[in-house]
């Protein structure tokens, strides 16, 4: 397994942007496809962004679309999920997950990730 640290997440008014990282350890963060998601209180585990090996493909959620945007820099082992026009229902805790399997396609449903970093609050304030 790989082990994942976020962080960035914060208090921001609503319209406004954070930058969300994912620390990875191990030496083969560059062959993992890699996605955020979020989790509001009470609600379940709901997917935003994933990201490709190579970050040539990247895939987000409709509720995201223009508005985060997903990165990688596979020499420093880290993901980024940039977030502007934020709102108040953007509030939760964020996690990152890797996908180890080096599967063909994008993971999208959290069952395959097996990677989970502990989470970074975003509360975005109306």
């Known amino acids: 397994q790989v082990q994942l640290v976020e962080s960035g997440g914060g208090l921001v008014q609503s319209g406004g942007s954070l930058r969300l990282s994912c620390a990875a350890s191990?030496?083969?963060?560059?062959?993992?496809?890699m996605g955020w998601f979020r989790q509001a209180p009470g609600k379940e585990r709901e997917f935003a962004a994933a990201?490709?090996?190579?970050?040539?493909?990247?895939y987000y959620a409709d509720y995201v679309k223009g508005r985060f945007t997903i990165s990688r820099d596979n020499a420093k082992n880290t993901v980024y999920l940039q977030m502007n026009s934020l709102k108040p229902e953007d509030t939760a805790v964020y996690y990152c997950?890797?996908?180890?399997?080096?599967?063909?396609?994008?993971?999208?449903?959290?069952?395959?990730?097996?990677?989970w970093g502990q989470g970074t609050q975003v509360t975005v304030s109306s």
């Open positions: 997950a890797a996908d180890t399997s080096q599967g063909a396609r994008l993971p999208l449903k959290p069952l395959e990730y097996d990677s």
């Open positions: 990201i490709s090996w190579s970050g040539s493909r990247r």
């Open positions: 191990g030496r083969t963060f560059s062959s993992y496809a």
